[in-house]
């Protein structure tokens, strides 16, 4: 089971969330979030795959920020097509080292997993979030029993104002046979939007007994 810490900003922060050694670090390029990334990444432990989180971004732009930061993975937050994301792959497939695509889908109380089918065997993962007012790091859970419904082979992360205070919902559903791929936290592990607390993170690293 895999940790991302998404929505990092700031350098020294940065190096100090990869001292904890998450396996992923996502970074928003998105002008309407407090969250919006546009500095320079330090370098960081190979083990870490650095993330970059776009919203209804053109591809160009998205390949330019791939080769700019050496990102692993791209997660796409906004309304990007099932055909969007297999041009995304096609382009990217001239990396030496495969790039992972994570398409989002937000939830709140229910949720049609019909609306998935055009991306199986497409995006490598899916992402499930609240549905807020905000494209992520809205600071609450959404409705967990939506996913008893999920009947795809494709594996999740699991987002959404996931927190210390959650720890125990999260194994409980860590111990369900939902193809949980990891666990996304971002702004409930915040002193300020992209500032990341270091102690509760590894305090919930600790808690989740998270392997790396």
């Known amino acids: ?12 922060n940065m190096k100090n969330v990869a001292s904890l050694l998450p ?7 998105y002008d309407k979030s407090p969250r919006n990334f546009n500095t320079e990444i330090p370098e960081l432990p190979e083990s870490i795959k650095k993330t970059g989180v776009f919203v209804d971004a053109s591809i160009d732009f998205i390949i330019e920020k791939v080769g700019q930061h050496k990102f692993k993975a791209v997660q796409l937050h906004g309304n990007e097509t099932a055909e969007y994301c297999k041009d995304l792959k ?3 497939e001239h990396y030496i ?3 992972e695509v994570w398409k989002v ?7 049609d997993f019909n609306r998935l089918s055009p991306y199986e065997n497409v995006v490598d993962y899916f ?5 807020g007012k905000e494209k992520g790091g809205n600071g609450y859970t959404f409705n967990w029993n ?8 494709t594996p999740f992360i699991l987002s959404g104002g996931i927190g210390i205070d959650e720890i125990n919902n999260v194994k409980a559903i860590l111990d369900t046979n939902l193809p949980i791929y990891g666990i996304d936290v971002n702004s409930k592990f ?13 305090e919930f690293k600790k808690l989740l007994s998270v392997d790396n």
Do not use: H, W
């Open 146 to 153: 939506v996913l008893k419904e999920y009947t795809s082979a």
């Open 105 to 111: 889908f937000s939830i709140k109380d229910t949720f």
């Open 97 to 99: 080292e495969p790039v």
């Open 1 to 12: 089971m895999k940790l991302k810490v998404c929505g990092m900003k700031y350098q020294e």
């Open 90 to 92: 096609s382009r990217l």
């Open 23 to 29: 396996d992923y670090l996502g970074f928003i390029f």
């Open 127 to 131: 992402l499930f979030d609240t549905k």
């Open 190 to 202: 915040e002193i300020q939007p992209g500032l990341k607390n270091i102690e509760e993170l590894k």
